[in-house]
């Protein structure tokens, strides 16, 4: 066993307001194989606390309130961090001051040097799902020559942050639920981006690269590869970085009780998370004010928020719908990027599509066409094509639950 660090205290009220992060240095030895960090505190009156760690280069993993230690080696981490070797110099245990009650928490946190054996017992890999035999078949809509309608999901966890599934069985799950992307967006790391390529080319999936920067005031999705988000930072910030990795960046779930958005910003980001699980009751126009107030001009998608079965939705629902020149991550991206998308309440369910100047309505017989102004048209027939208005349109039944969305 090597050298122990300890930090124990009280984390107050005044110390959340000081700053919503705190940090407590670890002096790390030469020749240090591997750094296990542990943080045991009370919760009684509700006390959050979230774990992160940087390491003198910088960020080095963050699991928020879902694991109460971590390891870190050259060879592998413990999920939402990142592997890497354990250089001596000063680290820093980021304790984040989620909820603190009116007492006080009380805390303790012990960082220990261990050996490279120890490390690897601890992160052992876990065994890797088949791929799913029974795959539904493709959902052909109609497209543009040489585009395909992809889809997919926006908004999921793995093990990487607060869910309980590898990033396998993330893929293995979404193939047996007939999806063709899904973004992997665990909370502020991106420390499951290596795992993507690999899982995508086993499954037969595309993975989107993502992040979801997450603090008390608000989440933001960002896509694509654009390397770590620095959630401390500001709202303005996180555009620019994703804009500078060539990524895109949505609000998410902006109405979503004590998580609501409430960061200002001087610039809209390109996308919007319109349709999320949370939207409970399809009547509701709530997801539709919200967005024509924040930003007409913003691209919708939706999002399942999948973190684990029986407590989020199902995988994919709603559905994502792309319409892209490649089923790679980079035609996504760029579907998304052009605004060729369209959002339904599953992945087999009424979808409403533009197509040539007019809409196109697929699995929609008997629905109502609604427009800005509200439902005008039945929709008649199994495909149906109807003449385009501008603005945003809906599917929706005779008591107005929405069921299908296009911007």
């Known amino acids: 066993m090597g050298s122990v660090i300890r930090h124990a205290g009280t984390w107050t009220v005044e110390d959340m307001l000081v700053s919503p992060w705190h940090y407590l240095p670890v002096e ?3 020749g240090t194989a591997a750094l296990r960090v542990t943080l045991s505190y009370s919760r009684d009156g509700g006390a ?3 774990l992160g760690c940087f390491g003198p280069a910088g960020f080095s993993g963050w699991s928020g309130g879902a694991r109460s230690s971590f390891v870190v080696s050259a060879a592998a981490a413990t999920p939402g961090y990142l592997p890497a070797e354990v250089v001596a110099g000063v680290w820093q245990v980021a304790i984040g001051l989620y909820r603190v009650p009116a007492e006080g928490v009380g805390y303790e946190v012990t960082a220990e040097a261990i050996g490279a054996a120890s490390a690897a017992s601890s992160l052992a890999d876990a065994i890797a799902p088949p791929v799913p035999g029974d795959r539904p078949g493709p959902r052909r809509l109609p497209a543009s020559p040489g585009r395909t309608w992809l889809a997919g999901d926006l908004h999921a966890h793995t093990v990487h942050s607060d869910g309980v599934m590898t990033v396998p069985e993330l893929a293995a799950h979404a193939v047996s639920r007939g999806l063709d992307f899904v973004a992997v967006t665990d909370h502020n790391t991106v420390s499951h981006h290596r795992e993507l390529g690999s899982a995508s080319a086993a499954y037969g999936v595309t993975l989107l690269p993502g992040q979801e920067v997450t603090t008390a005031r608000g989440h933001a999705g960002v896509l694509g590869d654009t390397g770590w988000i620095d959630f401390r930072t500001s709202a303005d910030s996180w555009l620019e970085a994703a804009e500078r990795g ?6 998410n779930h902006p109405f979503a009780g004590d998580v609501s958005w409430l960061h200002s910003m001087t610039r809209r980001p390109p996308l919007l998370e319109v349709w999320h699980w949370s939207w409970l009751d399809p009547t509701w126009t709530t997801p539709f004010s919200w967005w024509q107030a924040w930003d007409p001009s913003a691209i919708p998608v939706g999002g399942s928020d ?3 079965p029986g407590s989020d939705a199902p995988l994919g629902t709603p559905t994502t719908w792309v319409e892209c020149d490649d089923a790679g991550v980079d035609g996504v991206l760029d579907g998304l990027r052009a605004g060729r998308v369209a959002i339904s309440g599953s ?4 979808v409403l599509l533009r197509r040539d100047g007019g809409f196109v309505a697929v699995g ?7 427009g800005p102004e509200g439902p005008y048209r039945r929709v008649s027939g199994d495909v149906a094509t109807l003449p385009g208005r501008p603005g945003y349109h809906r599917l929706v039944t005779a008591s107005g639950a929405t069921v299908a969305l296009t911007p």
């Open 48 to 50: 959050v606390l979230d």
């Open 306 to 308: 999948w973190h684990r």
């Open 364 to 370: 929609a017989d008997g629905l109502l066409l609604a």
């Open 347 to 350: 992945r087999n369910g009424p």
């Open 28 to 30: 790390v030895e030469p």
């Open 246 to 251: 060539g990524g895109l960046m949505s609000v």
